[in-house]
């Protein structure tokens, strides 16, 4: 229903910056909303965990890991969600995946994820 294509990820040094990007493409009619969208990463040898999120009101909600140094926002009308993030240290390193929350006409929900992206910051 949904299909979630990630950029904006590479390497970079630490202290550097990137944007990821995560474009949600929709078959016009084919779904009733999106509604959270949000990042995920999964380092080596750990488990995925939530980077942040963000409502279609606007409320964010950060691991504490990255406040005050990435910042989510979307663009409703692109139906995308981007990651700004910024002081980025090697513990970012990992691949992130895009994740957002959906809804059908039956207003169930249902989620989608990206195929991933490498985020590698050098020390």
């Known amino acids: 229903q949904v299909q979630l294509v990630e950029s904006g990820g590479g390497l970079v040094q630490a202290g550097e910056s990137l944007r990821l990007s995560c474009a949600a493409s929709?078959?016009?009619?084919?779904?009733?909303?999106?509604?959270?969208m949000g990042w995920y990463r999964q380092a080596p040898g750990k488990e995925r965990e939530l980077v942040a999120r963000?409502?279609?009101?606007?409320?964010?909600n950060y691991a504490d890991s990255v406040k005050g140094r990435f910042t989510i926002s979307r663009d409703n009308a692109k139906n995308t969600v981007y990651l700004q993030m910024n002081s980025l240290k090697p513990e970012d390193t990992a691949v992130y995946y895009c994740?957002?929350?959906?809804?059908?006409?039956?207003?169930?929900?249902?989620?989608?994820w990206g195929q991933g992206t490498q985020v590698t910051v050098s020390s």
């Open positions: 929709v078959a016009p009619g084919k779904i009733f909303s999106i509604n959270t």
């Open positions: 994740n957002v929350n959906y809804r059908r006409y039956t207003n169930l929900p249902y989620d989608s």
């Open positions: 963000i409502t279609t009101g606007d409320t964010t």
